[in-house]
């Protein structure tokens, strides 16, 4: 317990030792001998989350996506429905194989994609932007038989995972700088192609800074070059279009873009899903052919599936269908019309603040904000507020705190925005200097 202790009143300190293993317990542990009561285990579990972050009360900026108990149990109770039905099992669970293809052809008219286009119902962002990646490449291969190292060209704010797939698939990444604007800068893109090129991306918005890349100006450079353009709209798929309807001014990102190949976008952020639901969407149909895996050299027989996972979650594709049901086009609109105004008022209270400057433009929901007076450290204004129960996001460039709103941070903003202005002052009357933290999960 003595890291337990270390971590008094500092919030930054708290936040390393909250996940760490206390010393005692890195010892070998077995599976118990005999096994234990379901009411014992489970108030332990409910006492090993009582030292988690508070997500119920709009205490943690970003991972989890709510609104209100009613929706919640929706989500979870179309989960629990299908709890133990395996969604690898398409012919034993056609009801799992009908609702994917549900979802995906409400995200297809969703993104305005041509009657050509298909996608699948995949785990998540990560796995909808690996494949999107495997795809492309095997694309590219199947279309010149040359061995050349593939290449990717994406924004330097495009998501890590973009770098993982690649890893994994042995493809370069090229990461183009952004403007003054902060989206991609364009020529920057245009020089990075070259023969070995297999794919460019936009982010639609990306989520260092949640501004979206100009999708058009991208769409002229793959029509032009022949390359292929995809477009990762994870984070703000499902609610840009609903903002948008609500009269935010929101960019064109979708299909309807000339130019736009694929496109990924996560149920399990703003569709409101229970975790593990994303799509990602192609143009046309045939790109698709590139996507899938089919072994025939087995005593079992022939296996294939369409996506990177073998058994896969039935739970997870019943909540999202559930949730698009409940929901529909009105509430996913009500929940964008919260999220907006919520962000509208953080950014006006923040901007109230002596010595805080948001930073400009985030086109959706994600808030930006730094220190503009020497004497308060932003790090230090970040460990005041980890004091007071809040999990606090940082962004290494520029140095900031960062928030991703969703409808659960609706009814706290004020609550925050007094939490800030007091950690603001504090820090400002003490000379308080924190430390740098910009690990990002
Ligand atoms: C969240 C996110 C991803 C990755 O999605 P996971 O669901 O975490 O795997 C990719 N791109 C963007 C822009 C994201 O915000």
């Given at each position: 317990?003595?890291?337990?202790?270390?971590?008094?009143?500092?919030?930054?300190?708290?936040?390393?030792?909250?996940?760490?293993?206390?010393?005692?317990?890195?010892?070998?542990i077995?599976?118990?001998?005999?096994?234990?009561?379901?009411?014992?285990?489970?108030?332990?579990?409910?006492?090993?989350?009582?030292?988690?972050?508070?997500?119920?009360?709009?205490?943690?900026?970003?991972?989890?996506?709510?609104?209100?108990?009613?929706?919640?149990?929706v989500?979870?109770?179309?989960?629990?429905?299908?709890?133990?039905?395996?969604?690898?099992?398409?012919?034993?669970?056609?009801?799992?194989?009908?609702?994917?293809?549900?979802?995906?052809?409400?995200?297809?008219?969703?993104?305005?994609?041509?009657?050509?286009?298909?996608?699948?119902?995949?785990s998540?962002?990560?796995?909808?932007?690996?494949?999107?990646?495997?795809?492309?490449?095997?694309?590219?291969?199947?279309?010149?038989?040359?061995?050349?190292?593939?290449?990717?060209?994406?924004?330097?704010?495009?998501?890590?995972?973009?770098?993982?797939?690649?890893?994994?698939?042995?493809?370069?990444?090229?990461?183009?700088?952004v403007?003054a604007?902060l989206?991609?800068?364009?020529?920057?893109?245009?020089?990075?192609?070259?023969?070995?090129?297999?794919?460019?991306?936009?982010?639609?918005?990306?989520?260092?800074?949640?501004?979206?890349?100009?999708?058009?100006?991208?769409?002229?450079?793959?029509?032009?070059?022949?390359?292929?353009?995809?477009?990762?709209?994870?984070?703000?798929?499902?609610?840009a279009?609903?903002?948008?309807?609500?009269?935010?001014?929101?960019?064109?990102?979708?299909?309807?873009?000339?130019?736009?190949?694929?496109l990924?976008?996560?149920?399990?952020?703003?569709?409101?899903?229970?975790?593990?639901?994303?799509?990602?969407?192609?143009?046309?149909a045939?790109?698709?052919?590139?996507?899938?895996?089919?072994?025939?050299?087995?005593?079992?027989?022939?296996?294939?599936?369409?996506?990177?996972?073998?058994?896969?979650?039935?739970?997870?594709?019943?909540?999202?269908?559930?949730?698009?049901q409940?929901?529909?086009?009105?509430?996913?609109?009500?929940l964008?019309?919260?999220?907006?105004?919520?962000?509208?008022?953080?950014?006006?209270?923040?901007?109230?603040?002596?010595?805080?400057?948001?930073?400009?433009?985030?086109?959706?929901?994600i808030?930006?904000?730094?220190?503009?007076?020497?004497?308060v450290?932003?790090?230090?204004?970040?460990e005041?507020?980890?004091?007071?129960?809040?999990?606090?996001?940082?962004?290494?460039?520029?140095?900031?705190?960062?928030?991703?709103?969703?409808?659960?941070?609706?009814?706290?903003?004020?609550?925050?925005?007094?939490?800030?202005?007091?950690?603001?002052?504090?820090?400002?009357?003490?000379?308080?200097?924190?430390?740098?933290?910009?690990?990002?999960?």
């Open positions: 317990m003595a890291l337990m202790q270390d971590a008094s009143d500092i919030g930054g300190i708290e936040l390393l030792t909250r996940n760490a293993t206390p010393t005692g317990e890195t010892a070998r077995g599976i118990p001998t005999e096994g234990r009561r379901w009411s014992e285990i489970r108030s332990e579990l409910l006492t090993r989350k009582s030292n988690d972050f508070d997500w119920r009360s709009g205490k943690v900026p970003l991972y989890v996506y709510h609104d209100d108990d009613e929706l919640l149990a989500s979870r109770e179309a989960y629990c429905l299908y709890f133990s039905e395996n969604a690898l099992g398409g012919r034993a669970f056609p009801s799992l194989q009908r609702m994917e293809s549900e979802i995906v052809r409400m995200a297809l008219s969703l993104f305005r994609a041509p009657q050509s286009a298909s996608g699948s119902f995949t998540g962002g990560t796995e909808s932007l690996f494949l999107a990646l495997k795809t492309a490449r095997d694309h590219f291969r199947a279309r010149r038989a040359s061995k050349v190292r593939p290449k990717v060209v994406v924004p330097v704010t495009a998501h890590p995972a973009f770098d993982k797939a690649a890893q994994y698939l042995d493809i370069d990444v090229v990461r183009i700088d403007g604007d989206r991609v800068n364009i020529d920057g893109v245009r020089r990075a192609i070259d023969s070995r090129t297999i794919l460019i991306a936009g982010s639609a918005p990306c989520y260092p800074y949640g501004v979206f890349d100009s999708i058009a100006q991208l769409g002229e450079i793959a029509n032009g070059e022949g390359v292929w353009l995809h477009v990762d709209a994870c984070f703000g798929g499902f609610l279009p609903f903002a948008r309807a609500e009269g935010y001014p929101i960019p064109e990102f979708e299909f309807s873009v000339p130019g736009v190949t694929s990924s976008a996560d149920l399990h952020k703003y569709g409101f899903s229970a975790r593990g639901a994303s799509v990602l969407l192609y143009a046309k045939d790109l698709k052919a590139h996507q899938g895996f089919r072994f025939d050299d087995w005593p079992r027989g022939s296996y294939s599936t369409d996506t990177f996972l073998g058994s896969r979650s039935g739970g997870a594709i019943a909540s999202a269908w559930a949730v698009t409940y929901l529909g086009q009105t509430g996913y609109r009500r964008a019309r919260k999220i907006m105004d919520a962000k509208e008022r953080l950014v006006r209270g923040i901007g109230d603040i002596p010595g805080l400057e948001v930073l400009k433009p985030s086109d959706l929901c808030v930006l904000y730094r220190s503009t007076d020497q004497r450290d932003i790090n230090a204004v970040a005041v507020l980890g004091t007071r129960g809040w999990f606090v996001g940082r962004s290494r460039e520029p140095q900031a705190l960062h928030l991703a709103l969703n409808a659960v941070h609706a009814p706290i903003i004020e609550e925050y925005l007094s939490d800030l202005r007091c950690a603001v002052q504090h820090v400002r009357a003490t000379g308080l200097q924190g430390k740098r933290d910009d690990s990002t999960y």
